[in-house]
């Protein structure tokens, strides 16, 4: 039996961090069996969540040989130094950060669409995280393509602020105070007012002119579906809303489309909530998801004029399925395994 603690979570004050340990506790993990870390400048600190409390602890002075799983949510400079240090202490890393995403010895993995990969890896003890989008956004693609075959996709996301962590949040909501107490506006984090407005940049723009939000999910598409010749492109546009990410998706497959086996094809997918009846309204919205595990897909509708192409709405939490809830499934897959 190993003496091991089975979760270190570094990055546990940031947004994703906070998620990932509610997720734990939630499925079950005891407090006891997780470790809280992250900047020396918050060691000591404490941390609560539900009834239970965490000592924020160090993460320079973590030795993972104490660990079998370690989570990184402190962004990609954190992970470019320490994650290499955790898998030579044979704890796996899970990253969230998009730092090893694209490496070709580094598995990326959505435990619905592609955990098997990991056996294709000659070290699997670095798994790496999706991007948000791209993790919600392959839920609902994953079963097409297994039906009627993947020719492209045309993706616009419209993505919460809570996607930019504590300062996204904070600013949108110090904004509408402003803007509703007549006082000026201040833009600090974001390039433009994100107040009542929406901005269709999302990090640095590129010499290609995308965004690299909008390369990341065009690449790592093609990774994890193992489809590198896939016509893909993506805008992705951040709107004033706390938490939900929502993606518009135009999908062209080599063979047609039948709507009643699209809906099959979604209902019978691990973790997708399929809203069948367009005719009541019934979408869902980015406030019906927050707080929920499931990726919503709504508003399915066929080409008008292309019987191999159909465009569905779809929206998650983008703190849960879109980072927290994926790692953790990645987590309790790999100690399945590994028992």
């Not at 993505?159 to 000026?184: C, F, M, W, Y």
């Not at 269709?200 to 723009?205: F, T």
């Not at 919503?296 to 927290?324: E, M, T, Y």
Request: aromatic share 8%.
């Amino acid at each position: 039996m190993s003496s091991r603690l089975t979760f270190v979570v570094i990055g546990a004050t940031g947004k994703v961090g906070h998620e990932i340990l509610s997720v734990l506790l939630n499925r079950g993990v005891r407090a006891s069996d997780i470790v809280a870390a992250a900047s020396f400048r918050l060691a000591g600190q404490t941390l609560s969540i539900g009834d239970d409390l965490f000592i924020i602890h160090d993460a320079e002075k973590l030795d993972f040989a104490k660990y079998k799983v370690a989570f990184f949510a402190a962004g990609e400079e954190v992970s470019k130094i320490w994650v290499p240090e955790a898998i030579k202490r044979d704890c796996y890393a899970i990253d969230n950060s998009s730092y090893f995403r694209l490496n070709d010895d580094v598995p990326l993995i959505i435990p619905e669409v592609n955990f098997s990969d990991i056996k294709n890896y000659r070290n699997s003890k670095l798994i790496s995280n999706p991007n948000c989008s791209t993790i919600q956004m392959l839920m609902a693609i994953k079963p097409l393509h297994d039906a009627f075959t993947l020719k492209e996709i045309v993706a616009s996301t419209y993505q919460s602020v809570s996607g930019a962590g504590h300062q996204g949040a904070k600013e949108l909501s110090s904004q509408v105070s402003d803007i509703l107490s007549n006082r000026p506006i201040v833009d600090s984090h974001f390039k433009k007012q994100i107040a009542f407005n929406v901005i269709p940049q999302i990090d640095a723009i590129t010499d290609f002119l995308y965004s690299k939000e909008e390369l990341k999910m065009m690449n790592e598409t093609k990774k994890i579906l193992n489809l590198p010749d896939i016509d893909i492109t993506a805008t992705c546009v951040r709107v004033p809303v706390f938490v939900g990410h929502s993606i518009s998706v135009f999908a062209k497959f080599d063979s047609i489309v039948n709507l009643d086996e699209v809906e099959m094809a979604f209902s019978n997918f691990p973790g997708i909530k399929v809203i069948k009846d367009n005719e009541k309204l019934n979408y869902k919205t980015p406030i019906d998801a927050a707080g929920r595990d499931e990726v919503f897909i709504s508003r399915i509708r066929k080409h008008p004029s292309n019987q191999n192409a159909l465009s569905f709405w779809c929206v998650a939490d983008n703190l849960r399925k879109g980072a927290a809830l994926n790692a953790v499934q990645i987590a309790m897959k790999l100690l399945e395994v590994s028992v």
